[in-house]
């Protein structure tokens, strides 16, 4: 069914519909704090080093420091740790060779509620997923039609690149506030984030009840190469190393002490308290996303502007992390292609003038190159998405290697709308605040750099627009309605977290 709302009614409405509720005094607070940390206002070219046309490069000699103290004590084991990595990728990665695209799991929607046992295990085995039919095609295709007709009733709006626009700069769209409040794009997140676990009872986090992320879209054209970000993870670069960074939480301790094979990804309580932002970079994402992901509104598969993943997941993560840390004795120039990738050629490196943290650069996201990482066999480790069509979603961990086509080979365009899963925490609900706050005057997501974004937009829908467009549960996950604290369900430790959110989010007093 497609979206009736007209544009300019909609941009009458806007801030007269808002609930006294939602201007109470904390929510006013924490919209202030949002507005003191704005970010410079960009693209998603500012996001990354490679298309921002930097070059990859030793850091500042600090960082020679913060390795060495990371690892002191465990030098042997870690040494020993990754002679045991290299084996295994070895292995792993002539695995992903034979299979392909067919290494990512997939179910069908109607199924998530009792998913098969292979499903399961390969998915917490490679971290991605395709989820069938969460929105039925031509729903799919309306949103698409209505995103256009959007883009076309404000031509000022943003895109990477300008002369050819392949990623739009919207967040508030009609289109994107019904695909993130959608009760399947719910129901699907909350089916994946309930792969995750906490080792902690205690510990306030709920995967039940998932919070959107407003973020980008786009439409690539066929015959697109300007848009060719390779391999890559999100959620900062340096951070994963530093101690105020990911160390905050001990997310990577197993790693640091040697011990790659009982790191657990799926561990949420590690990551309630990462800084993964220190540098306030644009497009830093704030929110713990559990998943990255997208709803695909187009028919596209391999070599048409669609995504590549590395189904090496943890492994492939030990491996970047451990990287700066090891150099080898003789170099690609001087040897066989197998002697230079042996075990026997990588020497630990905590040399004074070794301040390498290969691919990150500060405020960027963390990249890898072949050059860089070698062992990972880029090539070969990173797999097309299957061929997906309108109404599908795909899901990545948020440790994911990922990647997109360099060129669009394909006849007809890659279409896809860009929505993470969430879980309440607490500091996704501060976000929330900062977000709707952003939703409310037309402005880009926090992270997402300043500027008038779609503040005149014809067309951007206002709160009794989505509440229209999205039911009750979509509402909460954006922070425009409560959650239900009193809901017989809910443990101890939800039901401090719910009360806690509604409370920063100015529903309570």
């Not at 202030?32 to 046309?53: C, P, V, Y």
């Not at 499903?119 to 039919?133: E, L, P």
């Not at 902690?200 to 848009?227: C, E, I, W």
């Not at 896809?416 to 037309?442: K, S």
Request: glycine content about 6%.
């Amino acid at each position: 069914m497609a979206l009736k709302i007209p544009y300019r009614a909609c941009l009458k409405r806007q801030r007269l519909d808002v609930p006294i509720r939602l201007l109470l005094p904390s929510a006013r607070a924490a919209s202030t704090t949002a507005a003191a940390a704005q970010k410079q206002e960009g693209d998603i070219s500012a996001a990354f080093a490679s298309l921002s046309g930097i070059s990859f490069e030793p850091l500042e000699p600090r960082f020679a420091d913060v390795k060495r103290r990371l690892i002191a004590g465990n030098e042997a084991a870690i040494h020993d740790s990754w002679t045991r990595l290299l084996h295994n990728l070895r292995d792993d990665i002539a695995e992903i060779r034979e299979l392909g695209s067919t290494i990512v799991p997939e179910i069908d929607f109607k199924d998530i509620h009792s998913p098969s046992e292979a499903f399961v295990s390969a998915h917490r085995k490679r971290g991605v997923a395709v989820i069938r039919n969460v929105m039925p095609q031509e729903e799919a295709l309306d949103l698409k039609r209505e995103l256009r007709a959007y883009i076309q009733a404000n031509p000022s709006t943003k895109a990477f690149p300008a002369d050819n626009p392949q990623v739009y700069e919207l967040y508030w769209s009609p289109s994107q506030m019904r695909a993130r409040g959608h009760p399947n794009m719910i129901a699907a997140q909350r089916f994946l984030m309930n792969f995750w676990h906490s080792t902690d009872p205690n510990a306030l986090v709920s995967t039940d009840h998932p919070t959107s992320y407003a973020d980008r879209l786009r439409m690539r054209l066929p015959g697109d190469a300007k848009f060719a970000l390779g391999p890559h993870v999100d959620g900062g670069s340096c951070e994963r190393w530093e101690q105020e960074g990911y160390g905050k939480g001990k997310v990577y301790d197993a790693i640091w002490r040697g011990d790659w094979e009982s790191f657990d990804p799926w561990e949420s309580n590690t990551r309630l308290s990462v800084n993964s932002d220190l540098y306030n970079g644009v497009g830093a994402c704030s929110m713990f996303r559990m998943f990255q992901g997208w709803l695909s509104m187009s028919n596209t598969g391999p070599y048409e502007g669609t995504l590549l993943v590395n189904p090496l997941f943890n492994k492939a993560t030990a491996y970047f992390l451990l990287r700066p840390f090891f150099s080898p004795i003789q170099q690609p120039t001087a040897c066989s292609p197998d002697t230079f990738l042996h075990p026997t050629n990588w020497h630990l490196d905590l040399s004074p003038t070794n301040s390498w943290l290969h691919g990150a650069t500060p405020g960027r996201g963390q990249e890898l190159r072949p050059e860089l990482h070698p062992h990972l066999d880029l090539a070969q480790s990173m797999v097309h998405m299957p061929r997906v069509n309108p109404g599908d979603y795909v899901s990545w961990h948020c440790d994911t290697i990922h990647a997109v086509d360099s060129v669009h080979a394909g006849k007809s365009d890659s279409s896809v709308m860009y929505i993470p899963a969430c879980p309440l925490t607490l500091d996704n609900a501060a976000f929330l605040a900062r977000q709707r706050e952003c939703f409310l005057q037309g402005t880009p997501c926090p992270d997402f750099g300043s500027g008038k974004g779609e503040s005149e937009h014809v067309g951007r829908p206002g709160v009794e627009d989505v509440r229209a467009l999205i039911p009750e549960e979509g509402m909460r996950a954006f922070g425009l309605q409560e959650w239900d604290a009193e809901e017989s369900s809910l443990t101890s430790a939800q039901k401090e977290l719910v009360n806690r959110a509604n409370k920063m989010l100015g529903f309570y007093e």
